[in-house]
């Protein structure tokens, strides 16, 4: 496989570099700068990118290229801190510029490159260092009113050092950069389709699940779903899916799931009925951290039982994605402080000697979308909402019951149908829900009093739910929608909308 690694010095876009790549079709891998060669040597790179970092190359303790990069000859493209390394590793001079660059700049190139040809652009820049003499045979490529080496290169060896940042998409054209990088210059065809994708994932579960029996716990959502799809491809009727229904779904979920997975692909599936159990455990619980415990220990508890009712398993099969990889494995980013316990379902059961198998380990949550499609999952199911492990529960501030789960599930629908009627969900709404206040105002309605609850409409946009701003949906539409919910969901009197973006707010309330 002919790759790229992109060696990551702890940049917040890190992640948008190996994104952008995988877009154009061309496999790509982020490892920690600190990895050894033997464990990047797995992807065969062709090239090395080099992320940008919150350090300063200057700086005593700050990382350094890793030894197997200049030894190997190959292409390298350094972004921003990787431009300064690659300076400082080859005789270049850095210095810290008197004051910091961020944000939009003019880039004007001065001697055109496959990489950067002739014109002007607009480019994102965030540094504080600054080339101040380039290393012996490189030469300026591009600049900014700041930045006088804003773009250098040495075509002989293929080396390149950007100061701003191609990958994030206020740079004009920059996954062109990217991609020109891995195409013309490191020699990769860009065959990283999504029939190679499941032909992968499928060839890895054959050989690490054998003869062996697993078993797959689906919520409704995308990667539980694709990741049970493709296990079914390689392993047969020696999978077994488990779907909980916890009571906390949205409309329809449960009949999305059995007519996707168990009528159209044929995957045998056991559906635990456990809302009963699960509302009864939540009963009066109303702290939104106390709520995800709950489900997440009864989730748990639910899929033991059914699994300790099946034939022997050895394997469980998990839809991780490559982002909660990269987010626990990369070093100046696991120290961030928990906001919310993420309780997915589908989480390993700690005290169960399943060995784990994890077919969307590498893949974006985009590219899993595609393997779905590819896979013959409805489109229904796989462009679905996002939608959190502990369901309506955390839709529903404040107690959860039976009466106030069907207020939100309703009012979601409407929601979600109104928004898909005028073309806003998916693009630019990148999410959009319901969530129930435990408030109660009072109203009017054919000349009665009313005392009802209070909905509150959420609707972002977001590329990575990293950070999300909050959606600018019509007047008219969220007149439409307001009309709706108050008319036709029993219970709720009064709809509000929320003008919070992430941070400091997060896109769920709880
Ligand atoms: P927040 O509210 O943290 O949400 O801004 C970011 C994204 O994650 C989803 N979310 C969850 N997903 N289990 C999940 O699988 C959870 O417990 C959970 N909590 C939030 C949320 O819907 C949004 O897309």
Redesign the pocket.
């Known amino acids: 496989m002919d790759s790229i690694a992109v060696l990551d010095f702890g940049s917040q876009y890190s992640q948008l570099i190996a994104r952008r790549l995988r877009e154009v079709s061309i496999y790509c891998e982020l490892f920690p700068h600190d990895t050894a060669y033997e464990q990047v040597e797995r992807i065969h790179p062709a090239g090395f990118i080099l992320s940008g970092g919150p350090a300063s190359v200057l700086a005593a303790g700050a990382p350094r290229l890793p030894d197997y990069v200049l030894p190997s000859g190959k292409p390298i493209l350094g972004i921003c801190y990787g431009m300064q390394l690659l300076a400082y590793h080859l005789n270049g001079r850095v210095i810290t510029s008197a004051r910091r660059e961020y944000g939009y700049a003019q880039l004007h190139v001065q001697h055109a490159s496959p990489l950067l040809p002739e014109g002007t652009r607009t480019v994102w820049m965030s540094h504080g260092d600054r080339i101040d003499r380039m290393p012996p045979g490189f030469s300026t490529l591009a600049s900014t009113p700041n930045s006088p080496i804003a773009g250098m290169g040495d075509p002989d060896r293929k080396y390149y050092g950007l100061q701003f940042h191609p990958e994030v998409h206020h740079t004009q054209n920059g996954t062109t950069i990217l991609e020109t990088f891995a195409t013309d210059l490191c020699g990769i065809k860009p065959d990283w389709t999504p029939r190679r994708m499941v032909d992968q994932a499928i060839s890895d579960i054959r050989s690490q699940v054998g003869n062996n029996r697993a078993v797959v716990g689906v919520s409704g959502?995308v990667d539980s779903s694709v990741a049970a799809a493709i296990s079914y491809q390689a392993l047969g009727d020696r999978l077994t899916a488990v779907f909980v229904d916890n009571g906390l779904l949205r409309i329809g979920e449960r009949e999305l799931v059995q007519s996707a997975l168990a009528e159209t692909l044929q995957i045998p599936l056991v559906v635990v009925d456990a809302a009963e159990t699960f509302l009864k455990a939540l009963k009066g619980v109303t702290d939104p951290e106390t709520k995800?415990r709950i489900i997440g220990e009864h989730f748990i508890r639910t899929f033991e039982d059914a699994v300790r009712n099946m034939e022997p398993v050895d394997f469980l099969v998990q839809g991780t994605i490559y982002p909660d990889v990269v987010e626990s494995s990369a070093p100046d980013r696991s120290q961030a402080a928990r906001?919310?316990?993420?309780?997915?379902?589908g989480g390993l059961p700690e005290d169960l000697s399943f060995k784990l198998v994890e077919p969307l380990r590498y893949l974006f949550k985009d590219e899993v979308r595609k393997a779905g499609l590819e896979l013959g999952l409805p489109a229904s199911l796989v462009n679905r909402q996002?939608?959190?492990?502990?369901g309506l529960a955390?839709r529903c501030l404040g107690e959860v019951t039976d009466e106030r789960l069907e207020r939100v599930r309703q009012a979601d629908a409407i929601f979600i149908e109104e928004l898909t009627s005028a073309g806003l969900l998916g693009n630019p709404v990148a999410?959009a829900?319901v969530t129930l206040l435990p408030v109660r105002s009072v109203g009017v309605m054919g000349d009665q009093r009313t005392y009802g609850e209070a909905a509150v409409l959420r609707a972002v946009t977001t590329e990575d739910?990293?950070t999300?701003d909050w959606a600018r949906i019509p007047h008219d539409l969220l007149g439409k929608i307001s009309t709706r919910i108050v008319n036709e969901v029993e219970g709720i009197n009064r709809v509000v909308l929320d003008l919070t973006s992430?941070p400091p707010?997060?896109?769920?309330?709880e």
């Open positions: 959502g995800r906001i919310k316990t993420h309780h997915n379902v996002p939608f959190p492990g502990p955390v999410q829900l739910f990293m999300a992430k707010g997060t896109i769920e309330w």
